[in-house]
């Protein structure tokens, strides 16, 4: 088991021991570049090589290191904003639509780990879905209502069916299903490689369309392609119009040991605001119960400590026979202002495609991304296009957007006005960091564990907000887009391509070596 103060999760041990791809050091041709070797990049290069493809994957770290290695792997047609709101949105056949992309992206997952015999846990199990107070209720009667409109499959019941679990008026979903993502994911590209598809390491730095669409990496190697598919979470291809159309949340997880077989295969999701989600995890000696939550929007809090607390308290009030804490890791989720992710030809761009939005429910989203795109490449058309398509605009919507911007913009001008957080390198404890002034400028200053003081710039590269401290990742977050940096300055998360500038002892700013500093990627 992992130390409970590790942030890693528990499916990073079969990632981590996969034998890392190998960098891009040179030129290569494909008919297809996918950036970004997560669940929707490796998923649409392998539907893309059965097509016949040749495909080049690129991705900064290795597989599933991004979002997808910190999932908590539910697989779930059941909606994460709930088919009420989605109901409010959308007309009703194309909320249908919507539930049979997720049903689908179930199965596909389901005949993908049969025809490459990936070992990964999978298991086809009900989904219970409950309210813990008198405000809960209210949505669960919304949702009870607007599941019966739909015609969807449903059980209302009094109690749920799970021993050992303790909550109320549940409904219970059948057919969803659980793996073990990061079994899955190795298992993917082994086919991936088998059908001759290309996997390399290398920071993505530039993605250019049109009529000879390449990718450069931060070493200037380059892949020329047909296509290119921009699979990394969030876009890194596009300065501002997809970052106005979602937001970045951090989403927290814990996981406790349970006695091997304690509970049967099940997944459980509250009602709260910010709601709560459970599923048992099949692990060597023992089980394990993973619970996430305690959402919160990215680079806007500094409590993870607490977050956690949050989420194992809310646990052990109803699950009470778990033991201790193991692990605890938290992800970044992307929601869209309309609740669909974003799947498609990119807003302007010839040639190439993007997968983003997944709205906390990646697994499947992600599977969506693989069976979209790659019949728009291979087809040019798929009938879920339109639900997904990244140039959608919707009236009803309006103020979600505009809510969502306003904050942005808010921190882009007023995180410039506060103070600095301490006066002094002294004050900032060893494993810590906090935002200081050098006259005009703002700088990140991080002390680590030995003592020593790292510096660099705290103007995120992106769009030039000041990044924020996060204690619980060792991360420097941004608070406008979610482009996150690790505690050097090193790019850990887009939008942005170039890493925070360091600061020199005559506190100069200097820019990395290979990337372009804030001021000219701002032109």
Not at 132 to 147: L, M, N, P, R, Y
Not at 151 to 162: A, N, R, S
Request: hydrophobic share 40%; aromatic share 6%.
């Amino acid at each position: 088991m992992r130390s409970e103060d590790e942030s890693v999760s528990v499916w990073m041990r079969e990632l981590r021991e996969m034998p890392a791809d190998p960098p891009l050091l040179g030129d290569v041709n494909a008919d297809v570049c996918v950036v970004g070797a997560g669940i929707a990049g490796l998923t649409t290069a392998y539907l893309l090589l059965k097509e016949g493809k040749s495909v080049v994957v690129v991705d900064a770290v290795g597989i599933g290191a991004g979002e997808t290695g910190r999932t908590t792997a539910h697989l779930t047609w059941v909606m994460d904003d709930r088919f009420s709101h989605l109901e409010s949105l959308i007309r009703t056949d194309e909320t249908l639509r919507v539930v049979e992309s997720h049903r689908r992206a179930v199965d596909m997952i389901e005949a993908i780990i049969a025809q490459e015999h990936i070992d990964c846990d999978f298991e086809r199990i009900d989904g219970f879905l409950t309210a813990s107070d008198a405000e809960q209720e209210k949505i669960f009667g919304e949702e009870v209502t607007a599941i019966r409109h739909l015609g969807l499959q449903m059980d209302e019941m009094d109690e749920i069916t799970v021993p050992g679990v303790n909550v109320g008026r549940v409904m219970r979903f059948h057919r969803q299903g659980t793996f073990n993502a990061g079994k899955y994911m190795v298992g993917l590209a082994h086919a991936v490689r088998r059908m001759g598809g290309q996997i390399f390491t290398g920071r993505v730095v530039e993605a250019r369309g049109g009529r000879a669409p390449f990718i450069r990496t931060e070493d200037g190697a380059h892949v020329y392609a047909k296509y290119l598919v921009i699979a990394t979470n969030t876009p890194i291809n596009d300065r501002v119009t997809m970052h106005t159309k979602q937001a970045a949340y951090r989403s927290y997880v814990i996981g406790c040991a349970v006695d091997k077989g304690a509970f049967p295969g099940f997944l459980l999701w509250d009602l709260g605001d910010p709601y709560h989600y459970v599923r048992p995890v099949r692990s060597e000696g023992t089980d394990l119960v993973i619970i996430g939550g305690e959402d919160h929007k990215t680079g806007q809090a500094n409590d993870a400590a607490a977050r956690y607390r949050a989420l194992e308290s809310w646990a052990r009030a109803r699950i009470p026979q778990l033991g201790p804490v193991v692990y605890k890791w938290s992800g970044q989720i992307m929601e869209p202002v309309d609740s669909l992710a974003f799947i498609g030809k990119n807003p302007g761009d010839d040639h190439v495609f993007i997968s983003t939005g997944d709205s906390g429910q990646g697994m499947t989203h992600g599977t969506i991304a693989g069976i979209v795109i790659t019949d728009l490449i291979v087809r040019g058309r798929h009938p879920w296009a339109d639900l997904y398509d990244p140039a959608r605009k919707s009236v009803k919507t309006v103020g979600t957007y505009v809510g969502e911007n306003v904050n942005a913009v808010g921190h882009m001008v007023g995180d410039w006005l506060k103070p600095a957080e301490v006066s002094s390198e002294s004050e900032i404890a060893p494993g810590q960091g906090a935002i200081m002034r050098d006259g005009a400028s703002k700088v990140a200053v991080y002390r680590d564990e030995d003592g020593g003081v790292h510096k660099c710039s705290a103007v995120c590269t992106h769009l030039g907000c000041v990044v924020q401290w996060n204690g619980g990742e060792k991360s420097w977050d941004c608070p406008c887009h979610g482009s996150r940096y690790d505690a050097n300055g090193r790019v850990l998360n887009g939008p942005a391509s170039a890493g925070l500038a360091p600061v020199d002892e005559e506190g100069r700013h200097v820019p990395p070596e290979g990337e372009r500093p804030a001021a000219e990627r701002r032109q």
